[in-house]
């Protein structure tokens, strides 16, 4: 989903009312990051606290390459690592994740394995459909039970777009905050749905509801998602005894625009970059008595603070043996009060970008490979920057490109490095990269190796149900990674 997607972020439709009106009684924050312009990575930052090169969510299979988690991913999230819902444990809480995990499929990357209680979803996104012969169809679990597959199970069709994934996703929501309640439980709910993301899908009552076609049916069915679990803790009464934060893992696929792509506002390019369009998200934190209604904050947010608020909220510290990236919103979003930190733009093990304040610099730029852009895929379609959206890798490490993002947005008037703005821009910036790079300790790449005979070719007891297939013949190898 884009920065542009909802109505109080600009989309002239207005279709979100939900959403609208959870930010009219909470807090928008317009300066919102994720921490990568790619799913996999992202998620992992969102529930570690930490950047993903930190965890091992990258790949050094080329230069500023993104990579994620397929089917045939070796890798995923490390035992090392301590995930929200872990941690959450230690005051009590029950967790669950709805929908898309994306770190990682093997059994011993399952969420259940690291802090999560219950699961219903998928390890990956909804691709497919597969042949089952070079490929299977992509799982879906209960727990730990293989309950289905897309495609099989779990319909899709790509001709209409309808399926019931949102609505299925929405019950167990529902279903697992009203047990919760009931057994008076704290609870962390993950609810990642994925229907935003190609190809876009939507149930029967909100396919062809949208002026926006497809892709706006889906969200518009997300928003209406979101006003039910928010109407159904002011039924239970605990709204003011539960804090809500709704964001994205990364901006709106311009690739898969117009008919399955969002929209970014007025920020350049789109998911895959480390422009503002791959990485600022729209974001609304919603806790009524407490979060004071009708707020816009200007605080620099992440995806990471998500790790650290959480913490806050039930009364535990973070991790002290690990570098911690996820600021406390707490004071933010309570007593207004804003903290300096920046915002780091990673695109594979790559430190493309840095924000600090109102500025930030390029130290490498590029959309993607001319190779890809002449077979037709355009990161920034109808964009072009002359010298910012390249198709070949720009190193600007020496002099980089430094951006006012108050007064251009879309990154597209560079500072001219003779000015004092900019001399004073780059003696703020230059000690907190450098600081940052000479402490920063590097995971173990996770997303380097790929071998086809890993992927989940039947579930646990295939022989009584009779769905065992066959894994191809395969061995490892470098896991290719065009972007």
Known sequence: MGWGDLGVYGEPSRETPNLDRMAAEGMLFPNFYTANPLCSPSRAALLTGRLPIRSGFYTTNGHARNAYTPQEIVGGIPDSELLLPALLKGAG????????????HRPQFHPLRHGFD???????????????????????YRDQEMVGRFYEEFPINLKT???????????????????????????FLYWAVDATHAPVYASKPFLGTSQRGRYGDAIRELDDSVGRILHLLRDLGIAENTFVFFTSDNGAALISAPRQGGSNGPFLCGKQTTFEGGMREPAIAWWPGHIPAGQVSHQLGS???????????????PPRDRAIDGLDLLPAMLQGHLTDRPIFYYRGNTLMAVTLGQYKAHFWTWTNSWEEFKQ??????????????THSQEEHTKLPLIFHLGRDPGERFPLSIASIEYLDAL??????????????????????VCNRAVMNWAPPGCEKLGKCLTPPESVPEKCSWPH
């Open 93 to 104: 809480y029950v967790s669950k994740i709805v929908g898309k995990w994306h770190l990682g």
């Open 118 to 140: 219950e699961w219903f979803g998928s390890p990956n996104c909804h691709f497919g459909p597969y042949d089952d012969k070079a490929r299977p169809n992509i799982p879906v």
């Open 161 to 187: 777009g309808e399926a019931n994934l949102t609505q299925i996703y929405l019950q167990e929501a529902l279903e697992f905050i009203q047990r919760q309640q009931a057994a008076h439980r704290p609870f």
């Open 303 to 317: 995806i990471m603070d998500l790790f650290t608020t959480s913490l806050s909220l039930a009364g535990l510290e």
């Open 376 to 389: 037709g895929i355009d990161f920034c379609p109808g964009q072009n920057v002359s010298g910012v959206t």
């Open 427 to 448: 003696r703020r910036i230059t000690p907190v990269v450098q600081q940052h790079q000479e402490a920063l300790v590097p995971g173990q790449p996770q997303l380097n």
